[in-house]
């Protein structure tokens, strides 16, 4: 309002000027009227139209007065005229700017509206831009939900087809989404499952209801899937339906896991009722809760007469109720804090009838209807008591059997030793006698029955101690080597004298010194290699000794026993180790025996931590085998090295068996030497004879008895004046009678004699002494065992029998003892009372006063003094632990009769030296 007071104001200002000027110039200057034409033209630059019309009123006006003052003063009308055409141009413009102000105004009002509408689609693009944004953003969201949502997401139309499917669905299918969109599922699935889910759809599409279902169905890779299924009607903006989305997932876990539910409680039902205990759940009060149907039949109650009732005050009788109810109640409260979990208690219950019986009740703490309680398991053991209680007693029987067999079997060991004790005695020294040939093959005889006697009742009693379980083991150190050997030479007379070569092998890596049972194992190899003797007839007989392993402080020996003989049955090979079990138990049977030492020498290899087996064919001989774990020493012996003077030395080996030649030659390689092995005399005088560099210088020719027969003398004498020339000693092997031997030693004029099986430290000990080196004694095998040197001794002998009396004059005579005999134990003490002695030879069992007793008066006589008389405990009883009783007794040794010469001198022997060393 303002601004237009301001401008037209300034119009009427510029008015009054041209009507000023017009008033000065008169009608002479155009000026004036000019100006009111600038006037007008002015105006229409005025805000409002109005404006004009106003400034051309004005002009008019001012124009007009002008013109009457004109008039008035000058008669001349032609600045009339231009005044009339100044108000026509006047009114002109004003009109003109008048219809230009309109239009003008129309423009602008054309403008804004047009500004207006442009700004209301700018505003509607943007809104639609926003929104589509949105659509776009909700779109992903919702894409992404369903991908992620860990479900198969798809939508149908009215025909079927699919319109959207999740990447889940396509990769579920194997297919890419492009394939499956605008697909049906009879394009998709099998027909009937095609037509399974289109009967659905369209059930939907014409019910509009919401389906849902778990489906089972093949996965793409095999097998089975169970699957959750939603499907719900798609309504378009109308409400109509326009198509069918459907969700699934994977429940193929939880159905699984609910099958396994139900089928566990299947099971636990099933065992539950059908379980032989009583089954009683019950709550933290003692009140029943579930019972099976073992519980009904046992206390004779209807399972809905059980439920609610107190379990104890029910089941328990009225006798001891009040006394068993608190304890056994504190019991279910320390059960369900686990401190009596799987404890079992006997006690008597009473079924419905009031008979009483004896049950066995354990009770396992269970949660039970969001409380505590616990599970009773009782089981009636009247009869399981009445068979303890039966089988108590027939256990006592049986042990009093076996007690009655114990000492029938101790009993009929003393009869039967006590008088083979003088017959094996009394044999040896006659065989020591002068006798004619025939005589000695009859005691030769009646000596090798003894011995297979004297087998039988070892295997009886040592399968007696397996049976007890008793059989223990020793645990000592000994020499491997030496132990073996000798066991091998205790057969030697056996084999010798059926034709047969006895061999053995000792691996140079065996352990010198190892600690095991060397009895026990001497044992073994005496069973396998003595019946390896029995069953053949003709050939050899070989054992070989490796070392299987080498750990940490222990040794696995391999012994394996090889013969020619008959062989073994197929059929009979998983039965040989069985006790009483032979591969020939025929009524002809051809061989003897008990059938017991196999089966002694499994036991045996067993508790050495071994195992024993056989290979065998018929007509083809046996290779028995078995291992034995022994440990190593603390400190174990250096093994000797060999001497060097023997390296390189050539020794020529005759002997006609191949297995024999081997043997001794990888002794003699061991030692470092050139072993030459030959099979017969001609071949050895053939190699005795070659004088080039091939062979060594042969310093030394081993020579088997056998080789040699006495049709063969030529050859003899040529072999020893050509080893005297080449300067050979020559070392017999002998395997067959002494008498024989003797004269074959002094045809061969040899140096030495060595006994088949032949000894590695026999055999080393041998050649040394034929080389001439004093460095080792000689360890030869001599025609008469060496007796232990020992001093003669003043010896009290007290023995009740009258032949091992007689028996044991002759033997300890033989070496120059004398003997005093007390034929039973008090004689013994009085004879001790009136002379010293120096050694008390003392049969166990004997009339008035026995052996322990007759020991025990000795050392509580000797106690407080330095006196000990040393005694040797001779009895027939052999059993499990009668060395130790006679041991823990006060006795120093004990012999198991029968008694052998040989080890009487050696225990003898032996305590008399440790005497003289005490004394000293």
């Excluded at 616990?374 to 009247?382: C, E, K, L, N, V």
Aim: charged share 25%; proline share 4%; hydrophobic share 45%.
């Amino acid at each position: 309002m303002k601004s237009s007071v301001v401008a037209l104001t300034f119009v009427i200002l510029l008015a009054a000027f041209a009507f000023a000027l017009d008033e000065l110039t008169r009608s002479e200057n155009v000026a004036a009227e000019v100006g009111y034409i600038l006037v007008v033209i002015a105006s229409l630059k005025l805000p409002r139209r109005s404006h004009t019309l106003a400034a051309a009123l004005i002009c008019t006006i001012l124009n007009l007065v002008s013109a009457g003052l004109a008039v008035s003063t000058t008669e001349d009308w032609q600045p009339e005229y231009n005044r009339l055409f100044v108000l026509v141009a006047i009114w002109t413009l004003a009109l003109l700017g008048w219809d230009h102000r309109g239009l003008q105004r129309m423009l602008d009002i054309a403008r804004v509206e047009s500004h207006r509408k442009v700004d209301e689609v700018q505003a509607q693009v943007e809104r639609r831009e926003r929104i589509e944004r949105a659509l776009e953003s909700s779109e992903a969201m919702y894409v992404s939900l369903v991908e992620n949502l860990g479900v198969h997401v798809l939508r149908k139309d009215l025909d079927g087809r699919f319109t959207f499917v999740s990447r889940s669905f396509c990769e579920l299918l194997g297919r890419q989404i492009s394939d499956v969109l605008g697909r049906t599922d009879f394009d998709l699935f099998p027909e009937e499952m095609a037509r399974k889910y289109r009967d659905d759809d369209r059930r939907i599409l014409a019910r509009g209801e919401v389906f849902q279902a778990v489906e089972v169905h093949p996965r793409p890779t095999g097998g089975k899937m169970y699957v959750e299924v939603h499907k719900s009607p798609i309504l378009d903006p109308d409400g109509n339906v326009a198509g069918v989305q459907g969700i699934f997932w994977d429940v193929s876990d939880r159905e699984e896991a609910a099958i396994a539910l139900r089928e566990n409680e299947a099971r636990r039902r099933a065992i539950f009722e059908t379980a032989m205990d009583c089954i009683i759940f019950a709550d933290i009060q003692g009140r029943i809760v579930e019972v099976n149907r073992a519980a009904e039949r046992t206390f004779g109650y209807p399972r809905d007469d059980l439920i609610g009732q107190p379990m104890f005050d029910l089941f328990l009788p009225v006798a001891t109720r009040e006394r068993y109810r608190e304890s056994l109640l504190r019991f279910v409260l320390d059960e369900t804090s686990g401190g009596n979990t799987g404890q079992r208690i006997e006690l008597d219950m009473v079924r419905h009838n009031q008979d009483t019986f004896i049950a066995e009740l354990a009770i396992q703490p269970i949660p039970l209807q969001g409380s505590g309680g616990y599970a009773a398991f009782i089981r009636d053991i009247t009869r399981r008591k009445q068979s303890e209680a039966a089988l108590r007693q027939a256990k006592e029987a049986a042990e009093a059997a076996n007690l009655a067999k114990s000492n029938f079997l101790a009993n009929m060991s003393h009869e039967i030793r006590t008088p083979m004790n003088a017959i094996i005695g009394m044999i040896d020294l006659v065989m020591e006698t002068s006798l004619a040939a025939t005589h000695r093959d009859y005691l030769a005889m009646v000596q090798e029955s003894t011995a297979s006697l004297l087998t039988v009742i070892n295997d009886i009693l040592d399968f007696s101690k397996v049976e007890a379980g008793k059989l223990d083991l020793e645990l000592i150190e000994f020499d491997v080597r030496d132990r073996i050997g000798d066991a091998m030479k205790s057969l030697a007379f056996r084999a010798h004298g059926k034709g047969l070569q006895l061999l053995y092998f000792v691996d140079p890596t065996v352990p010198v010194r190892l600690i095991g049972d060397s009895h026990r194992l001497r044992q073994v190899v005496i069973n396998l290699v003595g019946n390896a003797i029995k069953f053949t007839q003709q050939g050899e007989i070989v054992m070989r000794v490796l070392v299987d392993a080498i750990r940490d402080g222990e040794v696995d020996l391999h012994f394996s026993v090889s013969d020619t003989g008959i062989g073994i049955p197929a059929e009979k090979l998983g039965t040989v180790f069985e006790a009483f079990e032979q591969a020939d138990s025929s009524t002809t049977r051809r061989f003897g025996g008990t059938g017991l030492g196999l089966s002694i020498s499994r036991r045996l290899v067993q508790l050495m931590a071994g195992r024993i087996w056989v290979e065998s064919q018929p007509g083809h001989g046996s290779t028995f085998s078995f291992t034995v774990c022994l440990q190593s020493p603390a400190d174990p012996p250096v093994g000797e090295s060999s001497p060097p003077e023997l390296e390189g030395v050539g020794v020529l080996i005759v002997d006609g068996n191949l297995t024999s030649r081997e043997i001794l030659a990888a002794y003699y390689r061991d030692w470092r030497m050139a072993p030459v092995a030959t099979e017969s005399l001609r071949e050895c005088l053939s190699r005795l004879r070659e004088e080039s560099d091939a062979f060594p210088s042969i310093a030394l020719v081993l020579v088997d008895s056998r080789i040699a027969p006495p049709n063969e003398g030529p050859q003899l004498r040529q072999l020893v004046e050509l080893a005297r020339k080449r300067g050979a000693g020559i070392v017999l092997m002998t395997s067959g009678e002494h008498s024989a031997d003797v004269s074959r030693v002094r045809e061969l004029s040899a140096a030495a004699q060595l006994m088949k099986p032949v000894k590695p430290a026999e055999l080393l000990d041998a050649t040394l002494q034929v080389l001439g080196n004093e460095r080792r004694p000689a360890a030869t095998e001599t025609l008469a065992p060496l007796l232990p040197a020992v001093r003669p001794l003043n010896i009290l002998f007290a023995e009740d029998n009258q032949f091992n009396q007689r028996l044991g004059l002759g033997i300890l005579r033989k070496q120059g003892h004398a003997v005093q005999v007390a034929n039973h134990g008090g004689e013994a003490l009085q004879a001790l009372d009136q002379t010293a002695f120096d050694l008390l030879l003392l049969d166990v069992q004997m009339p008035e006063v026995d052996g322990f007793e007759v020991v025990a008066r000795i050392r509580e006589a000797e106690r407080g003094t330095d006196r000990h008389l040393p005694i040797i405990a001779m009895t027939a009883h052999a059993m499990q632990g009668d060395r130790e009783r006679c041991l823990e007794a006060g006795m120093d040794e004990y012999l198991a009769k029968p008694i052998l010469a040989r080890e009487l001198y050696d225990k003898i022997a032996m305590l008399s030296n440790r005497a003289d060393i005490e004394m000293k």
